[in-house]
């Protein structure tokens, strides 16, 4: 019998490579465990043996199932790897080299401003952000901006029926939500929170109800800026802005203000920008961004003293300043995701 068993297991280690699918398989194991296999009629014999035998000789058996079905699963495996592999292809070997890939690159307005940024920084402001929902008293009544201005009306502003408070925010009388209109809600946001000296910039996505053309978009980037201390004049103000440009557009870059107006700030101007450096746009006068000393009525409503601190204040628009560097005509290939476009903008 031990014999029979020891043949058994060899004719299993000899056979298994020709079993190559499953309907092979499953008459592979009928051969040895089935009710006709070799090795159930080989079992069936324990009764005949005398009884001190059968302990050991049921162990035997034991083992050689153990053996079995050990050969069956290697032979399941095989057949697993081989479907899987008809099924997704041949196997990754990581160790090869890779195919050739492109890094991909950050977008223009990314780059357009981080390079804003980078360019302030230097100069001490400090990066704040603020929420892109936001309420009328931070987007308008607060930037002394009356319900009555024309600013507020609804072919500008995107108004959103409920309430989206930030968590432990106060709720105001008759507020309605908005999405911002521009970045300067976070001037409030940051004054009513910190003592002055305050000197920021904040970045970040605007809304408006505009139809879409080669240079508007409903929804858009502003750059916000914002020092207020003491002595605070419109010198600074240029000097600053000036720095900024020249390091943007290139030393010879000259600015220029023109009177405007902004309920936030007065005196309010434009400030355009000429510069030997901007291919087609060379040596033409650019309005870049808008600009002015902080109003005192702004000032009395996030309780700073507008006898001891004055301040200025500035926005531009991101994606304007992007399309000035990089001589763009349609704001809206920023938004296409057409890799021919943004594959121009190795990242900086
Ligand atoms: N918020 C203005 C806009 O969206 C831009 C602006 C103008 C911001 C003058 C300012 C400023 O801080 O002083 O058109």
Redesign the pocket.
């Known amino acids: 019998m031990e014999e029979e068993l020891h043949a058994l297991v060899k004719q299993a280690e000899s056979g298994q490579n020709a079993v190559s699918t499953r309907a092979e398989l499953a008459d592979f194991k009928a051969t040895f465990v089935g009710p006709n296999g070799s090795l159930t009629t080989v079992s069936k014999g324990i009764g005949k043996l005398p009884n001190d035998q059968k302990p050991v000789f049921g162990k035997k058996i034991n083992e050689v199932k153990q053996r079995l079905e050990g050969i069956f699963s290697s032979i399941q495996d095989k057949i697993e790897a081989v479907e899987f592999e008809a099924r997704m292809g041949p196997a990754v070997d990581p160790s090869l080299p890779v195919a050739e890939s492109q890094p991909g690159t950050e977008h223009p307005l990314t780059q357009a401003r981080e390079q804003i940024i980078g360019i302030f920084r230097q100069i001490g402001f400090t990066v704040v952000e603020g929420p892109e929902l936001e309420t009328e008293f931070f987007c308008f009544d607060a930037l002394n901006t009356p319900a009555s201005h024309p600013a507020r009306d609804m072919q500008d502003t995107y108004y959103l029926p409920g309430d989206f408070r930030l968590h432990g925010e106060q709720k105001r009388d008759d507020e309605s939500f908005i999405l911002r ?4 809600a976070v ?1 409030i946001r940051t004054m009513a929170k910190r003592k002055p000296p305050v000197r920021i910039l904040s970045p970040g996505r ?1 809304f408006r109800r505009d139809t879409v053309d080669a240079t508007h978009s409903a929804n858009f980037h ?1 750059v ?3 020092y207020v201390d003491r002595e605070v004049n419109i010198r600074d103000l240029k000097a600053v802005l000036d720095h900024f440009v020249q390091e943007l557009f290139g030393s010879d870059t000259r600015t220029r203000f023109r009177p405007s107006f ?1 309920p ?2 007065e005196p ?1 101007f434009e400030m355009d920008v000429q510069s030997t450096n901007l291919g087609k746009l060379s040596g033409r006068w650019i309005e870049i ?4 000393m ?1 109003d005192p009525n702004v000032f009395s409503h996030v309780g700073y003293d507008a006898e001891e601190v004055s301040g ?5 628009g991101v994606e304007r300043i992007a399309m000035i560097l990089h001589g763009i005509d349609d704001i809206r290939h920023f938004y296409q995701n057409d890799l021919r476009f943004l594959q121009q903008f190795k990242s900086v």
């Open positions: 209109p521009h970045t300067s001037q605007c502003q916000e800026g914002l902004f936030f700030t309010s961004l808008g600009c002015g902080v200025y204040a500035f926005g531009m």
